[in-house]
Nanobody
Framework: QVQLVESGGGSVRPAESLRLSCAASEFRLDTYAVGWFRQVPGKDREVVACIENRDGKTFYADSVKGRFTVFTDRIQNTMYLQMNNVKYEDTAIYYC??????????????????????WGQGTQVTVST
């Protein structure tokens, strides 16, 4: 059974940096596409970034492009989201998820995010002064 565990959330000030982790067990991250999502209370969950680990191809939402970087440490079997120059609107609970597919197509294109098979429990990021 796929298990994903996020960590690294916390409180940061605008323009600071934070790194989130998504540790996987019971499967190899480096063979599948894995995404980062975020959700604010009262709003729908949105995809933030996705990485196709077979070739390292990455995709980002326009709202985070140029500020966030997704990458995978194959030895640690952990995916990361490096968040730089954070903004107030980055405040959310962040989740990692995978459908154990090769590409990010399903993660990026399917608005029914609840159909994605495996999720972590989420980690809170709060940007405030």
């Amino acid at each position: 059974q796929v298990q994903l565990v996020e960590s690294g959330g916390g409180s940061v000030r605008p323009a600071e940096s934070l790194r989130l982790s998504c540790a996987a067990s019971e499967f190899r991250l480096d063979t599948y596409a894995v995404g980062w999502f975020r959700q604010v209370p009262g709003k729908d969950r949105e995809v933030v970034a996705c990485i196709e680990n077979r070739d390292g191809k990455t995709f980002y939402a326009d709202s985070v492009k140029g500020r966030f970087t997704v990458f995978t440490d194959r030895i640690q079997n952990t995916m990361y989201l490096q968040m730089n120059n954070v903004k107030y609107e980055d405040t959310a609970i962040y989740y990692c998820a995978t459908d154990q597919e090769d590409t990010c197509l399903e993660i990026l294109a399917n608005p029914r995010w609840w159909e994605i098979g495996s999720w972590g429990q989420g980690t809170q990021v709060t940007v405030s002064t």
